[in-house]
């Protein structure tokens, strides 16, 4: 089969290659899956730069966790039902060496979830991490009906879904972006109110959008730029839910936090735990069917283009990057 990969980390042109691997076979419990598209996420561009951890884990990497295809092979301990299954799956990557850059992975079971009919293999590709983040972090906040939800980041890939997601659980969505076209981007995703934090003050706006009482939850892609006035921006008894920080270290003010009774949350999707996991899995497959989501327009690659795909990811590309396998 052919995949591309890295034997160490650095500049996407200077590492990644592609080549002919052996095809995997499924062990115990696992699926073998044909790929037909592999989706590539700021983290798995961020990880073969070495930002995180310039030591390589493994002698050399596949790299990205989110892909679509079809089952070819089961293991031992799978229903063979399941062959000739369109999935789409996640965590490819994580903590192994072979992820979905490649024509065909093996993964447990757990990770190969069933694609409805009404969604397409490249939006099946697309939903991993974006889409199982959103998912999880709106689901975390318990009941959303009437509340006020502030969206940093809005018009990015898990932003846009946060977004769909408050506003289909009854919240009234305030985002934030950095432009105008992202602004018009995020109302047309449903957002109730947009604010231009490079134009305006971001926590004074929160405020005259809501009556002076601030929000009644942040799912913050960026603590490190929002932790210091999470104070001003949020109500009595707020909740700030994390997914992601520029920064490996961040502040909080203390008292604003503890006189409001707030409560931080964080959460890595790659980690979730069994139950909050099949939760997901499951609520992101309701949504697929019912086809009730608008998804990121793709940008298209090659797999012999894929260093070019890392760039446009970290170039910050509009819409969601995908490798052709």
């Given amino acids: 089969m052919q995949a591309a990969l890295y034997r160490r980390r650095g500049p996407a042109r200077d590492v990644l290659q592609v080549e002919d691997q052996p095809t995997p076979e499924p062990g115990e419990g696992e699926l073998r ?31 990205h966790s989110d892909g679509a295809g079809v089952v070819d092979a089961v293991g031992p301990g799978v229903d063979p039902v399941r062959l000739g299954e369109r999935v789409w799956v996640f965590n490819g990557q994580w903590g192994r060496a072979h992820g979905t850059a490649a024509q065909q992975i093996v993964l447990p079971a757990r990770q190969v979830v069933t694609l409805p009919a009404e969604a397409s293999l490249e939006v099946g590709a697309s939903i991993g991490i974006p889409l199982m983040t959103a998912w999880h972090a709106v689901a975390s906040c318990g009941s959303l009906l009437g509340r006020t939800v502030l969206v940093p980041g809005a018009a990015g890939a898990v932003g846009q879904y946060v977004v769909q997601l408050a506003r289909r659980a009854g919240a009234r969505v305030i985002a934030s972006v950095s432009s105008e076209a992202k602004a018009a981007f995020a109302r047309e995703r449903g957002a109730d109110a947009t604010v231009d934090y490079r134009r305006e003050d971001l926590a004074a706006r929160v405020r005259a959008l809501t009556g002076g009482r601030g929000a009644d939850v942040i799912i913050d892609v960026d603590a490190a730029a929002h932790a210091a006035r999470y104070g001003d921006l949020l109500a009595f008894g707020g909740r700030v839910v994390v997914y992601g920080s520029g920064a490996p270290t961040i502040g909080v003010p203390f008292r604003p936090l503890i006189v409001g009774f707030a409560t931080l949350y964080f959460f890595i999707v790659y980690r979730l735990p069994d139950e909050a996991l099949r939760d997901t899995t499951r609520g992101i497959g309701e949504l697929l069917a019912a086809q009730a989501l608008q998804h990121p327009v793709p940008r298209v690659f090659e797999l012999q283009d894929i260093a070019a795909a890392h760039e446009a990811v970290e170039q910050g590309a509009d819409g969601k990057v995908l490798v052709r396998l």
Avoid: C, T
């Fill in 33 to 63: 899956v044909r790929l037909a598209w592999s989706g590539v996420n700021p983290s798995d561009v961020k990880s073969r730069a070495g930002l995180s951890n310039p030591a390589m884990d493994f002698e050399a990497v596949i790299p």
